[in-house]
């Protein structure tokens, strides 16, 4: 059986710069999800937009898209560091080993992530607020039945994308 010398290479070695890039292209993979489930209809849920209008909900189109897609970068490089961070306490013995692993701390911020982000639209966006929004519904469910699978599909492709990104670059 062949062991690869990742487990070697990452104990100990965390590198927080590899961990971004791996959250960034993880978060831009994310998107391409997000985006194509909305292309084909299955959710009418708008990320950037959400995202965008909850810190400048009156703001022209182009710049609460500018804002959606700059938090969506940050919380997806924070949350690229905190994936690293699981790998290293994991310590997997293969890259694909790693990837699985990814996939399924993907899972995982996926569930957590339908469970709460209804909550907090409900509680602190200011368009759903005044109605001007939809109610995201129990599970995201107001956006369209398949929101809540699309939305934990992309968080397992974040976790795929950013473990096997990081593994490669820190490995």
């Known amino acids: 059986m062949h062991v690869s010398t990742l487990a ?7 590198e927080a710069d590899s961990a971004i890039i791996a959250g960034l292209v993880g978060g831009v993979a ?8 909305r292309a084909m209809k299955m959710t009418s849920m708008d990320l950037l ?30 949350f690229g560091l ?3 961070g699981l790998l290293h306490a994991v310590d997997p013995t293969s890259d694909g ?12 911020h996926g569930g957590m992530v339908t469970i709460m982000m209804p909550i907090m639209l409900t509680m602190a966006h200011p368009l759903v ?3 001007d929004m939809p109610a995201p519904g129990t599970a995201m ?10 939305i934990v599909m992309a968080h397992v492709v974040f ?13």
């Open 8 to 14: 070697v290479s990452l104990a100990g070695n965390y």
């Open 49 to 78: 937009r959400t995202l965008g209008t909850m810190i400048v909900p009156k703001a022209a189109k182009n710049v609460v898209y500018a804002v959606g897609l700059m938090m969506h970068l940050m919380m997806s490089a924070g």
């Open 141 to 150: 469910t107001g956006f369209g039945k398949l929101t809540a699978a699309g």
């Open 97 to 108: 080993g790693a990837a699985g692993l990814g996939a399924l701390f993907g899972l995982v």
């Open 129 to 131: 607020r005044n109605g």
């Open 82 to 84: 905190v994936h690293a």
């Open 159 to 171: 976790g795929l994308v950013a473990g096997a990104i990081y593994v490669a670059a820190a490995g």
């Open 30 to 37: 994310m998107l391409m999800v997000i985006y194509g489930g």
